[in-house]
């Protein structure tokens, strides 16, 4: 697990703890399954309230007209500058720790290639457009430098549907 300060560090926390707690469930036998299995469920829940402070820390730092056009989607009247981008992408680059429960390692860096990929598309996709998907990529990016390539999420339940970023991940994995 890698040591990340800075302002991700109880996100990846959490993922790093995830990740290896999964590990440990694997290898336990059935009766220490259910402390393991209640364990992760607490670190993907402060994961996501980790996700949810950080972003909110992260849109108090923008300014009110570029808070608006990120929150709201409202339309930005002027040009926006190279550092408030920056400040945008810094915002979606959040790595989004809920994802462990149902993506592989291999799965976010196939989203992340896929979403830098469509940020290229300039043609496609309006310049806010292409910021976020700009910052999920990296979020996804940072994420899978903490849990690394060979993580792999417990099987979902029989019958569970499958999450619409696990399909566009095994569709840009199999057409790779």
Known sequence: MVEVLGPDHYILLCAGRYAATLTE????????????????????ESGRLEVEAEKCR?????????RSFVRDRKPLGRAISGTEAEAVRHFYATPPAPLLDTLSGEELMS?????EGWAQERDRHDPRTMIELLGWSD????????????????NPPEGAQLPLLKFLANRMRKAG
């Not at 393991?36 to 469920?41: G, H, N």
């Not at 989203?111 to 979403?115: M, T």
């Open 111 to 115: 989203l992340s290639d896929l979403f």
């Open 58 to 66: 992260r849109e108090n730092r923008l300014g009110s007209d570029i």
């Open 139 to 154: 979020g996804m990016r940072i994420l899978v430098q903490t849990v690394g390539t060979e993580y792999v999420p417990l």
């Open 25 to 44: 469930y694997r290898n336990a036998d059935d009766r220490e399954r259910h402390r393991l299995q209640q364990k992760m469920d607490y670190l993907l």
